[in-house]
């Protein structure tokens, strides 16, 4: 990681004028500006923040990046967060990433406000514009993994939790299974297809890829993709969710639909609908502590070894929508 002095060194000036020109200050001339901006960008150096708010007296500061605050999942992660620094007396700035365009902006914006942790759940498939931040200060990634940078990490057992939501469905009698999901760019909904695939193999249950819709990613995706399953000559009996998201906005069209139904992800209210709805407990409340725990645990012990991944159980919460039989095939 450079320096503010091998930036010095790089454009030819003192660690004085490196420091000017980073804080915009306005009395260096812009032939001199220009060489160390450009001895910056070669040497890709960020500077610490974490000296600058330990001087000023300021609470440590933890930035929470997430795809979508609105999400249930994702607000549960944030505030499991924002509670665990509270009571370490830290401070905590929220953001949403919306898309994975948008998250390197986003990320750094946040970064040079001078954070002493992060916790993010990317939008992105590419993660390599943290690697000038990992050594500087905490970064921990749930619910999906980081790629190009490594960082400390905690996941849920996405494969086993589709499969056990899959096999549900199959030991209620079920063999014409549906799956939607988002996007396969995203690693949990890939995770979650091969478990899906994997209990219907199990089960000794053909994989039909007509059964399988993507492009849930809001209300109309979800609506798109059931009405692309109502319009199959053979129909399937039963329907998996990979995400809350998705249930949520199927949640008119599954009310008349007959179909026995399991989703990745509980949310407010699953357990009122009718059917109330089963569902696999990620317990997002728990991803949050641990990764605001992380991050308050490097702070404190910086040279600590730590495990760098953990991957957390999930269960199945069984209630009436895996009980639906009106599309069952007769017996016999």
């Known amino acids: 990681m450079a320096t503010m002095r091998d930036v010095a060194a790089r454009a030819g000036v003192s660690a004085k004028t490196v420091s000017r020109v980073f804080n915009h200050d306005p009395h260096v001339t812009a032939q001199t500006r220009q060489r160390v901006e450009t001895a910056l960008r070669e040497l890709n150096y960020v500077a610490n923040s974490i000296p600058t708010t330990l001087r000023n007296g300021r609470a440590p500061v933890i930035g929470v990046a997430v ?7 994702f607000a549960q992660v944030a505030r499991a967060a924002e509670l665990h620094a509270a009571r370490q007396g830290m401070s905590v700035i929220i953001a949403s990433l919306d898309s994975a365009d948008r998250e390197p902006d986003v990320v750094q914006g946040m970064l040079r406000q001078a954070l002493t ?6 939008a ?3 993660h390599g514009y943290l690697r000038a931040w990992v050594d500087r200060i905490p970064v921990v990634f749930v619910d999906r993994p980081p790629v190009g940078v490594v960082a400390d990490t905690f996941l849920e057992d996405d494969l086993r939790g589709a499969h056990l939501a899959t096999t549900h469905l199959v030991e209620h009698g079920h063999t014409r299974i549906a799956f939607i999901g988002d996007t396969l760019t995203i690693p949990t909904t890939r995770s979650r297809l091969a478990g899906y695939r994997a209990a219907l193999d199990d089960a000794g249950i053909a994989v039909d890829d007509g059964l399988i819709e993507l492009g849930a990613t809001d209300r109309s995706g979800a609506a798109a993709a059931f009405a692309a399953l109502e319009r199959l000559d053979r ?11 998705a249930a949520i906005g199927l949640i008119p069209a599954l009310r008349s639909s007959g179909l026995a139904v399991t989703t990745f ?8 609908l009718t059917p109330a709805l089963t569902v696999v407990d990620q317990d997002p409340l728990r ?3 641990l990764a605001a725990q992380r991050v308050s645990d490097r702070l404190a012990h910086p040279q600590r070894r730590y495990q760098r991944r953990t991957v957390l159980p999930v269960t199945l919460v069984e209630r009436e929508s895996c009980r639906v039989t009106d599309r069952l095939p007769p017996a016999g």
Do not use: E, H, W, Y
Not at 67 to 73: A, E, G, K, M
Not at 117 to 122: H, K
Not at 235 to 245: D, E
């Open 67 to 73: 795809p979508d605050i609105v999400d249930p999942f």
């Open 117 to 122: 942790g992060l916790i993010i759940t990317p």
């Open 124 to 126: 992105g498939a590419d």
């Open 235 to 245: 129909r399937p009996t039963a329907l998996f969710c990979t995400n809350s998201r």
């Open 265 to 272: 992800g509980d949310f407010p209210l699953a357990d009122m």
């Open 287 to 289: 991803l949050g502590q």
